[in-house]
């Protein structure tokens, strides 16, 4: 009797079981899944000191360089970029008016776009520009077809004077944030 008893008690727990906390599952919530990491970078970093620019006396003309920049260069990351920031900052301690521009280039060498930076004579406070792409900003067309970035300084002052700062001259940085949908 204590085994008739047994089991139907096992298989009454069994039965409450099966209906009790038990929800369907929805196994579609993966499609509604979205990730949306941000990925910040460093861009570049440059400096030039006050003897080095005064060094160009027949142009004006003291830094100009192009470097790769093909952090989009695969169509899956480009196809998923939503919206990014760059972040500028300039520190002039020379006794130089300058000029900074920066133009994102396609594959190409094809200008996509332009920021012009007017730096006056040091010693002047460090100073940041943020510039936005996407909702609100500029095309992210821009960053998605970047391949190189130039970078000109221009001397708008003479070659003769000094600041009389210590060790005076331009810094330039920049860096990037960007954010994606991976899902």
């Not at 899956?76 to 990014?84: D, N, P």
């Not at 004579?121 to 190189?148: H, M, Q, R, W």
């Amino acid at each position: 009797m204590k085994a008739r008893y047994v089991r139907y008690l096992l298989m009454g727990a069994l039965l409450l079981g099966s209906y009790a906390c038990s929800d369907e599952q929805d196994f579609d919530q993966f499609d509604d899944l979205s990730i949306t990491p941000t990925l910040a970078s460093s861009i570049f970093s440059v400096e030039a000191d006050e003897p080095f620019i005064n060094s160009f006396t027949t142009v004006n003309t003291f830094y100009t360089n192009t470097f790769n920049f093909d952090a989009f260069n695969e169509e899956f990351v480009a196809e998923r970029l939503l919206e990014g920031t760059i972040t500028y900052e300039f520190e002039n301690t020379t006794s130089k008016p300058l000029i900074i521009t920066i133009e994102f280039l396609d594959e190409g060498g094809g200008v996509l776009d332009t920021e012009i930076f007017d730096i006056p004579a040091g010693p002047a406070p460090a100073f940041t520009i943020e510039v936005d792409y996407g909702p609100g900003g500029k095309p992210l067309d821009i960053l998605a077809n970047t391949s190189d970035i130039r970078i000109t300084g221009i001397n708008l002052g003479d070659t003769t004077s000094t600041s009389t700062e210590p060790d005076p001259k331009i810094v330039m940085k920049s860096a990037a944030e960007f954010l994606f949908r991976l899902k």
